[in-house]
């Protein structure tokens, strides 16, 4: 929690947007300048909303992982405590945060976390000649591979993987490229690979599901929405309707697993951007 000198209260770190910024940027770069901590973002837990002199506010919350910094207190934020979530509920200044600490208790820490990605747009399918896992992301899709380098960053990656078509690696390359790591072939989460042993493409998202740490997967549209809608019917998730699980071009589901390789929390976003 944070002490804010001009309010004398105490909250959790936040901000308003920058010009052209989406909200995942925003809480990254304010956890940054309100406790000089690094860190990457995990589920998303819940939007608040309070009325200002300006009008209606809207704040979002997401679970992150510190990973380093030292806090400087400034005018902005003067003071800054790690505490349980017990006592942070006694010092928290606003009711209506309270629900995001009992939602951020409920979660607990990620054991794993996977980014599953469904590559951006690529050139028209009836003007390829060529075999169909050869053909490549548009200039669009290139694009959205560009930004999902910056989104997908914000969670930290550990490893990236991918399906074997290149539109699939394409779209990961220029993350894996800046982060120095190399892409793992992943063929049973192709289109071909789920068609052949759907059986088979769910038990490797679980074996993946084991696997500390955060890994982005790039897949495919005929892919994401079966294994999404699988884990989310397993683990009956608030908000996640696993027979109409959206799968975008260039979009993010983000799933978070606890130590049993439970699905804990499914969060989608839907434009490359954030």
């Known amino acids: ?83 349980d979530a017990a006592a942070a509920a006694e010092l928290l200044s606003y009711r209506h945060d309270l629900a995001i600490l009992e939602r951020f208790a409920e979660l607990g820490p990620p054991a794993s976390v996977i980014a599953l990605v469904r590559h951006g747009k690529a050139g028209s399918r009836d003007q390829w000649d060529g075999d169909d896992a050869l053909r490549p992301l548009s200039g669009s899709g290139q694009e959205q591979a560009e930004q999902l380098d910056a989104l997908l960053g914000l969670f930290g990656p550990d490893r990236v993987l991918s ?8 779209t990961v390359a220029p993350l894996a490229t800046r982060l120095a790591l190399p892409i793992g072939e992943e063929p049973l989460l192709s289109e071909a690979g789920y068609i052949a042993d759907p059986g088979a493409a769910l038990a490797r998202i679980r074996e993946l599901a084991h696997e500390p740490g955060v890994s982005v997967v790039c897949s495919q549209g005929g892919v994401i929405p079966h294994l999404v809608g699988a884990l989310a019917r397993e683990a009956i998730l608030p908000g996640v309707n696993p027979d109409d699980v959206p799968a975008r071009k260039g979009s993010t589901w983000l799933l978070t697993f606890d130590a049993d390789a439970a699905l804990r929390a499914a969060d989608y976003y839907e434009r490359p951007t954030g």
Request: proline share 8%.
């Open 1 to 83: 929690l944070v002490h804010r000198p001009k309010y004398d209260d105490w909250s959790f770190p936040k901000g308003k947007l920058d010009g052209g910024e989406t909200m995942p940027f925003a809480a990254v770069r304010e956890i940054a300048e309100e406790t000089g901590q690094a860190c990457r973002l995990g589920p998303l837990l819940g939007d608040v909303h309070y009325a200002v002199a300006e009008g209606r506010k809207l704040v979002r919350y997401w679970a992150a992982e510190a990973r380093g910094g030292e806090f400087t207190p400034g005018a902005e934020t003067d003071e800054l405590r790690w505490l």
């Open 163 to 170: 399906a074997p078509p290149v539109r699939c690696r394409d």
